[in-house]
């Protein structure tokens, strides 16, 4: 089977920047406060009104497409990562192939949050494995800012995330040894609650029972009710003590899953890009995985936490560096909502 490679990345973040002092003046929290827990600085938030996330996701797709010498109209397939569509639904895939002026070729929406863009670019290197597709375009984009609350109730939730996009073109690899050379996928659903979105939903409180965060355990039944969103049920709600202390497990653990299913050691990295949740949390990894600075990229302090998009961001931002050359290892990691974890290994 032959493998697949990323033949052409971008990415898109809005102009519109917000530090962490801008965000002190809606709600109790102070820079210090933020950086000490996350080592974010600042994250960009879209234009309200003129950007959505298909928007963004278009703009990274372009220059992917060109970096990969082809045009919209010879992209195979859509695979589009995000856990904020611009509708509930239909996806933003079909959006993106509407607006690109494509041919009616498939678009699959993935809903796995922080591990969407890993999760979509396993699907995309299976189909090139494959034969069936020969140019796949993989999406990750986010619009955090349109649902989030900047009150203090929220900081917990709201200093973290950012808008933008990023993505990838995949084609067949014609070098020996180059391109993704595994994935490795988990989830485990047993702690869903502790990192979600509860509503809009119809699970009439079928899983929130005694959950953490659920607002009022009585009003469950309907889609979303106006008491439900004056108690702020549709907001997301995160544990995250619990959630850091999972992730420092599964992060380091899916790494090496993929370092010994090539024979290859985390001395081998030439550098991993860890989704972009929290500073801390990447600095823990790299320390447990004896990882010099030089093999860890990571840009959550100028972008914050966006989800889908922060692998494929901080992927374009590396390579656009100079960090990332022809035959390099380069590592991929993920973990999120779910919880949804993976892995990536790749050469360059």
Not at 64 to 70: D, L, M, S, V
Not at 193 to 214: R, T, V
Not at 248 to 263: M, T, W
Not at 286 to 314: C, E, H, M, W
Request: glycine fraction near 10%.
């Amino acid at each position: 089977m032959q493998r697949s490679k990323i033949a052409g990345i971008g990415y898109y973040v809005p102009d519109h920047v917000y530090t962490n002092n801008d965000l002190a003046r809606f709600m109790d929290t102070d820079d210090a406060w933020i950086q000490e827990r996350t080592g974010i600085k600042e994250r960009r938030f879209a234009d309200r009104m003129g950007e959505t996330t298909t928007t963004m996701g278009i703009e990274a797709a372009k220059i992917a497409i060109g970096r990969a010498g082809i045009t919209p109209q010879d992209v195979d397939f859509i695979i589009f990562a995000t856990l904020s569509p611009d509708y509930y639904f239909p996806g933003c895939g079909v959006l993106l192939q509407r607006e690109m002026k494509m041919r009616e070729i498939g678009a699959l929406d993935i809903r796995n949050q922080c591990s969407g863009f890993v999760y979509a670019l396993s699907v995309a290197d299976q189909f090139i494995r494959t034969g069936m597709y020969k140019n796949v375009l993989v999406v990750g984009s986010e619009k955090h800012s349109f649902a989030m609350d900047f009150e203090t109730r929220s900081r917990n939730v709201s200093v973290i995330f950012g808008d933008g996009a990023g993505a990838v073109v995949l084609q067949p690899a014609m070098e020996e040894g180059q391109g993704i050379l595994s994935t490795h996928l988990h989830s485990d659903g047993a702690e869903a609650e502790l990192l979600a979105m509860y509503y809009p939903g119809s699970h009439a409180n079928k899983w929130l029972e005694g959950k953490p965060g659920f607002p009022n355990q009585e009003l469950g039944g309907l889609f979303l009710t106006p008491e439900q969103l004056e108690q702020g049920a549709a907001l997301p709600y995160m544990d995250g003590p619990a959630v850091f202390k999972k992730a420092v497990v599964k992060f380091p653990e899916v790494i090496k899953e993929a370092l010994s299913a090539n024979d290859l050691s985390p001395a081998d990295i030439d550098l991993l890009v860890p989704h972009q949740a929290n500073l801390r949390i990447s600095q823990y990894v790299q320390q447990l995985l004896g990882l010099r600075d030089a093999q860890v990229f990571n840009n959550i302090q100028k972008y914050g936490n966006t989800t889908a998009a922060s692998v494929p961001i901080a992927l374009c931002e590396a390579w656009e560096a100079g960090l990332i050359n022809d035959g390099d290892l380069v590592c991929l990691a993920a973990f999120g909502s779910g919880f949804t974890w993976g892995s990536a290994l790749i050469r360059w």
